[in-house]
């Protein structure tokens, strides 16, 4: 699992890639409450290169979900692999967020 | 070694109503209306094709299960609901000589696990045998308060069969008959613990009420080791995965993960189980489906890395039996 970050338009983008499962769903958790602890309120999750997604990282996601929503924060997502766009829709959490095909998309809407 | 179903039901006894039976018959009813159904054959065939919700219901009873050796050995697991009919069925052998003596392990004492037990009838048959297992300390105190005058007529100390009960702690095993126990505590509140049952190398688990708080390598792993190269999970999968990150802290978990540990646990089997009363058996059908998709995009995925065999999900339901 490999993971960076950038700011665009005040919004903190993470790029995740390679595979979130129960062996790297802590690195990916740790990094984003963090994130989150610093302030950071608007988070888009770019997921171009993200293989695989277990229910860890369904967690993860729900999690950081709540959290910045406490904080009236706001989660997107963009570029999903057809992988884990499936995935959100078999647990039916594709409506639970918002999902963008774009980076450029997903900015104008935060 | 063979498991028997008698109640999958979590939380409450939910038994199928009139409405729902008859929602049932009219689309099934709907689905026969080109079909030839004159000979027994057809009859058959056009069943086969049906959905589980249309041929099955889950059924109404709080968990209990009947695990049965090769050797004939019994061994049962929680005295829900369901286990007023295993009674029944116990009382046409010897149970109904008094001459049975019937190991009982509970997981815990929340009512939907131990209600069934004032109705069970081998209870009030003199020469009798129970030996009631669990891992917490308090197991005669819940039964005896479930049996308090205020609350049912006959109380514990008046019952024919003579009671005994035993606490279990992790890394012992029990030895009944054929069949090897050994337990695990789960997260629930109040604890609950789970069982592997082994007949030589094959080994079932029946985990119910239990929540993954967190669901990384290093948290799942004392789980994942109990439940290693299991030929049956038993899986408490109360909630819906989107439902169940609105209930954290309730004490249970989805099937979605179940499917995941089964991955890295080496399972053969995912048997659903504790069911959640609000959900029908065509929402149970829905989450059967969704969960075999789930696995299907996990294995395609994971190809081979974790696990060396395939896994089948089965949804619990009264009356299911798998041989193992």
Redo the contacts between chains.
């Keep these: 699992m490999e993971i960076s970050a950038l700011k665009e338009n005040g919004v903190w983008i993470v790029q995740l890639s390679g595979?979130l499962?129960?062996?790297t769903?802590?690195q990916v958790?740790d990094f984003l409450l963090a994130g989150i602890a610093a302030g950071r309120e608007k988070v888009l999750i770019e997921a171009g290169q993200l293989?695989?997604v277990?229910?860890?990282g369904?967690?993860i996601f729900?999690l950081v979900a709540q959290r910045l929503e406490e904080r009236h924060g706001k989660m997107a997502f963009c570029a999903l692999t057809p992988?884990v766009r499936?995935?959100f829709e078999?647990?039916?959490?594709a409506s639970?967020f918002a999902i963008h095909t774009t980076r450029a998309e997903a900015l104008k809407e935060f | 070694m063979k498991i028997r179903f008698w109640g999958v039901q979590g939380s409450t006894p939910n038994p199928l109503a009139s409405a729902q039976f008859h929602a049932k018959l009219k689309a099934i009813l709907r689905r026969a209306h080109h079909c030839s159904l004159q000979t027994e054959e057809e009859i058959e065939a056009f069943l086969a094709e049906l959905p589980f919700a249309l041929t099955h219901t889950t059924g109404g009873n709080t968990t209990c299960f009947e695990i049965l050796s090769s050797g004939g050995a019994r061994v049962i697991v929680d005295m829900g609901t369901g286990a007023r009919k295993l009674g029944w069925e116990l009382m046409r052998g010897e149970a109904g000589e008094g001459k049975a003596t019937l190991p009982i392990l509970l997981t815990h004492c929340h009512w939907d696990h131990i209600m069934g037990f004032p109705f069970f009838m081998p209870l009030y048959v003199a020469g009798n045998k129970l030996q009631i297992y669990g891992g917490h300390s308090y197991l005669r105190e819940a039964l005896e308060r479930q049996m308090h005058p205020h609350s049912f007529p006959v109380q514990l100390e008046e019952v024919e069969a003579r009671v005994t009960f035993e606490q279990l702690f992790e890394d012992e095993e029990l030895a009944l008959g054929e069949l090897k126990v050994r337990c695990k505590r789960l997260q629930h509140p109040g604890g609950s613990y789970a069982y592997r049952i082994t007949e030589g190398d094959k080994s079932l688990v029946i985990a119910t009420d239990a929540e993954y708080k967190a669901l990384d390598a290093e948290a799942l792993r004392p789980f994942v080791e109990f439940y290693q190269n299991a030929e049956v999970l038993v899986f408490d999968a109360q909630y819906t995965l989107k439902d169940l990150f609105q209930k954290i802290d309730w004490g249970h978990s989805s099937s979605i993960i179940g499917v995941d540990i089964c991955l890295l646990a080496n399972v053969a089997k995912l048997v659903l189980t504790h069911h959640d009363p609000t959900y029908s058996d065509e929402m149970m059908t829905a989450i059967l489906g969704k969960t075999e998709a789930f696995k299907q995009e996990a294995m395609q995925q994971e190809q081979g890395q974790y696990r060396r065999r395939q896994l089948g999900i089965v949804m619990g339901y009264e009356g299911l039996e798998i041989e193992i």
Excluded: C, G, P, Q
Aim: charged fraction near 40%.
């Design positions: 595979k499962d129960s062996f769903s802590k958790e293989e695989y277990s229910s860890a369904l967690r729900y992988h499936r995935v078999i647990v039916d959490m639970e």
